[in-house]
């Protein structure tokens, strides 16, 4: 069975290959469409094939351009690196001082643990 993006690959390939053999008929086969009569002047056709895709990608680039410029004019600068070396340095001489009270704190001694495991055997 074909995935649903399969399947939407498979259309745009499709419709990539269709576009691509009309734009060629288009650009080199104008004087035989101008024989059928369909259009009167195949240098027309020819500006048209040329002039339309060329405006779609100058449209794009601008587009994406403009994109980009919103883009940086709306997120906020980063942080300047001095804050956040000084952050990094706070948290570790946090843990530091977390880890020394850990140490100091008295620990149970072998002895005090047995008689709770013998109270939890006996019930």
Do not use: H, N
């Not at 080199?28 to 895709?53: C, H, M, N, Q, Y």
């Not at 794009?60 to 942080?79: D, L, N």
């Not at 946090?94 to 704190?105: F, L």
Request: charged fraction near 30%.
């Amino acid at each position: 069975m074909v995935s649903k993006d399969q399947t939407i690959g498979g259309i745009i390939f499709i419709v990539c290959v269709i576009i691509a053999i009309l734009y060629v008929v288009l650009l080199f086969g104008a004087e035989w469409i101008k024989d059928l009569g369909w259009v009167t002047d195949s240098g027309a056709v020819r500006f048209w094939v040329i002039a339309v895709p060329v405006f779609v990608a100058f449209v794009a680039i601008m587009g994406i351009g403009a994109w980009i410029g919103w883009t940086m004019a709306t997120t906020p600068p980063p942080k300047p690196i001095e804050e956040i070396t000084s952050e990094i340095e706070e948290k570790k001489e946090e843990e530091k001082a977390e880890e020394k009270i850990a140490e100091e704190a008295p620990t149970e001694t072998e002895e005090e643990k047995k008689p709770e495991r013998k109270k939890k055997s006996e019930k």
